[in-house]
């Protein structure tokens, strides 16, 4: 059998006093779709952070793919950067707000990655964009500045500059957060085609009705560990745990 394409085993991280998680242990499967949802704290934007290594736990391990990363054994200085950066370059990560370069066309926003980053060819990256751009569906405003485009065509250019770096999984931080309520459903409708296409997707989220529909498998967090997981069926819609029927009862 072959390993899951995302493996975490007791993640703990503090910032000061406050211990956020507390050992967080998952593993997805490739092709599949694993939300996490729980109340606000719960560690949810933590856990995505950590797993490219954009917050560094003082224990735990993160595996994506081949790449595997234990935190309390990470050396200092360059060859733990290093380390971390290899890890980081396994994922693609969309933001809450999209962090658009503003004087930059879509297309040159959505080359930049692999260009500069990957040193790619210009002619590969720009076929390749406008593939992805055809997929979230802006093929027409490839030309277009991001001040030219709602905040739900903005999120939708963010998903490509981060599938434009051919990542072997893709995470969401709170994707519709920042989206006026009419914007939502056009981002995570893209979020769902990715999620039928065969992308591995770690999504953090409040939107429990999308959760219940894309997710393959959904972990809720309180306290900085993972209370109840299981297919949505299960979590969202039987769960077994009081502190999730709580925290659904609140929020829908
Ligand atoms: P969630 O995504 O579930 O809302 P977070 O992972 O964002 O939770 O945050 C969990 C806890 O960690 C919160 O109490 C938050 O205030 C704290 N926290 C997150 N990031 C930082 C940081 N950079 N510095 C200090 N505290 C932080």
Do not use: C
């Amino acid at each position: 059998m072959t390993e899951p394409r995302i493996r975490v085993h007791g993640l703990e991280k503090s910032f000061g006093d406050n211990q956020v998680l507390r050992g967080v242990d998952f593993t997805a499967e490739q092709g599949t779709a694993t939300v996490l949802i729980g109340p606000s704290g719960s560690g949810k934007t933590t856990v995505l952070r950590s797993l490219n290594a954009l917050e560094t736990p003082e224990r735990g391990v993160v595996g994506i793919d081949d790449v595997e990363v234990d935190f309390a054994a990470l050396p200092a200085g360059k060859a733990g950067r290093a380390q971390k950066d290899r890890l980081r370059a396994q994922s693609g990560m969309v933001f809450q707000a999209h962090n658009l370069f503003p004087h930059r066309t879509v297309l040159e926003n959505v080359i930049e990655g692999p260009v500069v980053a990957q040193q790619r060819t210009r002619e590969e990256a720009v076929a390749d964009a406008r593939v992805l751009l055809d997929q979230v569906g802006l093929a027409d405003k490839a030309d277009a500045y991001p001040s030219q485009l709602s905040g739900g065509q903005q999120q939708r250019v963010g998903i490509a500059r981060a599938l434009a770096l051919k990542p072997r999984v893709v995470l969401f931080d709170e994707p519709t957060s920042a989206l006026d309520p009419e914007l939502v459903g056009e981002v995570l409708t893209v979020i769902k085609d990715l999620a039928s296409q065969g992308w591995t997707l770690v999504v953090v989220t409040h939107e429990i009705r999308f959760a219940e529909h894309v997710a393959d498998q959904v972990l809720f967090l309180d306290g900085g560990l993972i209370v109840e997981h299981g297919p949505s069926a299960q979590v969202i819609g039987d769960p077994r745990e009081e502190r999730t029927r709580r925290f659904l009862k609140r929020i829908l």
